[in-house]
T-cell receptor, first 115, second 111 residues
Framework: KAGVTQTPRYLIKTRGQQVTLSCSPI?????VSWYQQTPGQGLQFLFE?????QRNKGNFPGRFSGRQFSNSRSEMNVSTLELGDSALYLC????WGGGLSYEQYFGPGTRLTVT | SQQGEEDPQALSIQEGENATMNCSYK?????LQWYRQNSGRGLVHLIL?????REKHSGRLRVTLDTSKKSSSLLITASRAADTASYFC???????????FGAGTTVTVRA
């Protein structure tokens, strides 16, 4: 079974631009979560989707948004990029929708650099 | 803000030795999970322990959970060079559909 895939793997953008990251969960998984990882803040929760519905959102500005499609694939978008948005963005999927009391399968991440 | 705090921040051991790291958290949880991350790559799930469990084993891994102290420990026995990685604890609370990660412990296993 294929794992979680994220595209692109690496991205360089300029301040003020916007970016869209994509995540394809493991087949059959309906829950997709996004995390931002930086050296200073560590792993921070962005949002979680289940069956196209956002069930929780982390403490990030409105420039960060996401969505999930009917095939469970998910995208996240960051508008008006700032230098501080440089990070590794990780996507994770899990099988069940009842809370997150199940193991999360993580993708390899998208390394975003904002210059 | 992070729910969990790991201790120590970094650990260096000789191959074959045991490695122990601890995680403390602040609020009541449903479950606690441990993940491993190699060199800024994706996280790999190691073990999940539910709030009504006290100890769990998986291969060379042993996890304990003390909900009265809001703490957990991860023991890796007979370490190998391949165990060199960062280890994170993650907690989830009732129905908030998110994992809160600690800052992580970086483990270096010397040959």
């Amino acid at each position: 079974k294929a794992g979680v895939t994220q595209t692109p793997r690496y991205l360089i953008k300029t301040r003020g631009q916007q970016v869209t990251l994509s995540c394809s969960p493991i087949s059959g998984h309906r829950s997709v979560s996004w995390y931002q990882q930086t050296p200073g803040q560590g792993l921070q929760f962005l949002f979680e989707y289940f069956s196209e519905t956002q069930r929780n959102k982390g403490n990030f500005p409105g420039r960060f948004s996401g969505r999930q499609f009917s095939n469970s694939r998910s995208e996240m978008n960051v508008s008006t990029l700032e230098l501080g948005d440089s990070a590794l963005y990780l996507c994770a999927s899990s099988l069940w929708g009842g809370g997150l009391s199940y193991e999360q399968y993580f993708g390899p991440g998208t390394r975003l650099t904002v210059t | 803000s992070q729910q969990g705090e790991e201790d120590p921040q970094a650990l260096s051991i000789q191959e074959g030795e045991n490695a122990t790291m601890n995680c403390s958290y602040k609020t009541s949880i449903n479950n606690l999970q441990w993940y491993r991350q190699n060199s800024g790559r994706g996280l790999v799930h190691l073990i999940l322990i539910r709030s009504n469990e006290r100890e769990k084993h998986s291969g060379r891994l042993r996890v304990t959970l003390d909900t009265s102290k809001k703490s957990s420990s991860l023991l890796i026995t007979a370490s190998r060079a391949a165990d060199t990685a960062s280890y994170f604890c993650a907690t989830d609370a009732s129905n908030d559909y998110k994992l809160s990660f600690g800052a992580g412990t970086t483990v270096t296993v010397r040959a």
